[in-house]
C-alpha cells in the first residue's frame, strides 16, 4: 500500500513538491487520476494546504497529471489558469453573491479551455448560511467536469450537509525544526531559516516568505515606528505615517507583478485574447480585492512584529532565556514590564480593531496606537529599539 502511494507521488512532480504531508500528498496523487467531485482541505494554517490545493490543481489540468513544467502547470500553480477559480472572503465572510457568481454560474457552464474546471473556495468556514446553501446545491448535482476544493482551518465550523459530500483531507501540523530544515534545504541561510521559522509559528508558507531579507522588511518597519514612538506624541505621529507609506509600497508592487502575470493571455499588440476576456475578468476582480486587503494585511503584519518586540522584551525582563524569543537574532532590550504589557495590549487592540472593522480609517487606529506606545514610553521608560 505505501509503494503504491510513493509510486503515485512520484508520478506528480508537481505533489512532490508539497514537504511534510506523506500521507494527504500520497491520496491527492491518486485521486487526481479520477478525482471525486469535491473535497475538504482540513489542517491548521501554515501546514501546507494552499500549496497542496494549487498542485493538486495543476495535477487535475495537466495532461501529465502535473508535470510541473506545461503552459496549464504554471498557470495552475500561480492560480492564474483561465479553468481555475478561485473563491475567498470578502471581509468577515464569503457571500452568497459570490458564490453564485463564481461557482454556480460557471460550473454548469462550458469552460475557458478544454479540460475540467476547478473551484478553490478558501477559508470555507466563512461561507454565510446563503452561500451554503448555494454550494450545497452544486454538490447534490456536480456537474462531471468539475472539482472544488474546500480549504478550512476549522473544517467542524463546516454545514454537515457541505461536509458530508465531500472527502476530507487531512493536513498535520508542521513542527518548528521541519520548517527551519526545509526553508535551510531550498537555500535560506540558517540563521534566517529559525527566525523565519519562529515568527512565522510553524506556518511554512509565511516561513518561506520571511525567508529572505526583503521577507522581513515589516520588521524593519516596526522597529522603525516604535523608534519614533519613542520620541513622544509628535514622533508616535510619524510612526502611523511611516507604517501606512510602506503599506503603501508594498500594495503598489502586487499592482506591478499582477501586469507581469497577465502576459500569458495577451495577444502580439499587448491586448487580451478574446477566448480569455472571462477569465482575465476574473483575475481582474479577484487582484481588486487582494489589492484592498494588501494594505489591511501589511499593516497586521507590522503590528505583529510590534507586538512579537515587545512580548521579547518582556520575556527578557521576566528572566526567559534566548529559547523563549520571537526574534532570536535580536537584542531585546530590557524595560518596564507594567509598560510594556500595556503597550502590548495597545498593539493587540489595534489589530483586533482593523480586523473586525474593514470601514475604520487605518490612520487613526495607528495613530491612537502609537500614541499610547508613546504615553508608555514618557511615563514608565522608552521603548529601546
Not at 265 to 270: A, P, S
Not at 298 to 309: K, T
Not at 317 to 343: E, F, H, I, M, T
Request: proline share 6%; glycine share 8%; aromatic share 4%.
Amino acid at each position: 500500500m505505501r509503494d503504491g502511494g510513493e509510486r503515485a507521488v512520484r508520478g506528480s512532480p508537481v505533489l512532490e513538491r508539497v514537504p511534510g504531508q506523506e500521507q494527504a500528498v500520497s491520496f491527492l496523487a491518486q485521486a487526481a487520476a479520477r478525482p471525486h467531485h469535491a473535497y475538504v482541505f482540513a489542517g491548521p494554517e501554515g501546514s501546507g494546504k494552499q500549496l497542496a490545493a494549487r498542485a493538486f490543481v495543476a495535477a487535475l489540468l495537466c495532461e501529465r497529471r502535473g508535470c510541473g513544467e506545461c503552459r496549464a502547470c504554471r498557470l495552475a500553480l500561480a492560480e492564474r489558469h483561465p479553468n481555475v477559480f478561485v473563491v475567498e472572503p470578502e471581509g468577515r465572510e464569503i457571500h452568497v453573491e459570490t458564490v453564485r457568481e463564481e461557482v454556480w454560474h460557471p460550473a454548469y457552464r462550458t469552460p475557458p479551455e478544454p479540460g475540467r474546471k476547478v473551484f478553490v473556495i478558501r477559508e470555507a468556514d466563512r461561507l454565510n448560511p446563503a452561500a451554503a446553501d448555494v454550494l450545497l446545491k452544486v454538490l447534490e448535482e456536480p456537474p462531471a467536469d468539475a472539482v472544488l476544493l474546500l480549504l478550512s482551518a476549522r473544517a467542524h465550523e463546516l454545514p454537515e450537509t457541505v461536509l458530508s459530500r465531500c472527502h476530507v483531507v487531512t493536513f498535520r501540523p508542521l513542527a518548528e525544526p521541519f520548517v527551519v530544515e526545509t526553508l535551510i534545504s531550498e537555500g535560506a541561510p540558517p540563521e534566517l531559516a529559525r527566525v523565519a521559522a519562529r515568527l512565522s509559528g510553524g506556518n511554512l508558507g509565511r516561513a518561506r516568505r520571511l525567508a529572505t531579507v526583503e521577507g522581513l522588511g515589516f520588521r524593519d518597519v516596526a522597529r522603525d515606528a516604535m523608534a519614533r514612538a519613542r520620541e513622544g506624541p509628535a514622533g508616535a505621529l510619524a510612526a502611523a505615517d511611516l507604517v501606512l507609506a510602506a503599506a503603501e509600497a508594498y500594495r503598489k508592487g502586487l499592482a506591478e507583478e499582477f501586469r507581469a502575470e497577465l502576459e500569458p493571455f495577451l495577444d502580439e499588440r499587448g491586448r487580451v485574447e478574446e477566448a480569455y476576456r472571462g477569465a482575465v475578468r476574473r483575475i481582474e476582480t479577484r487582484q481588486k480585492r487582494r489589492e484592498r486587503r494588501a494594505e489591511r494585511d501589511f499593516l497586521d503584519r507590522v503590528l505583529l512584529a510590534c507586538s512579537a518586540l515587545l512580548r521579547d522584551r518582556l520575556v527578557a525582563a521576566l528572566g526567559g532565556g534566548p529559547d523563549l524569543l520571537l526574534n532570536a537574532d535580536l537584542d531585546p532590550g530590557r524595560g518596564s514590564v507594567a509598560a510594556d504589557a500595556r503597550a502590548v495590549a495597545a498593539i493587540e487592540e489595534a489589530r483586533a480593531a482593523l480586523a473586525e472593522d474593514l470601514n475604520l480609517n487605518p490612520r487613526l487606529v495607528l495613530e491612537q496606537a502609537f500614541l499610547r506606545l508613546a504615553g508608555e514610553a514618557e511615563g514608565r521608560g522608552s521603548l529601546h529599539r
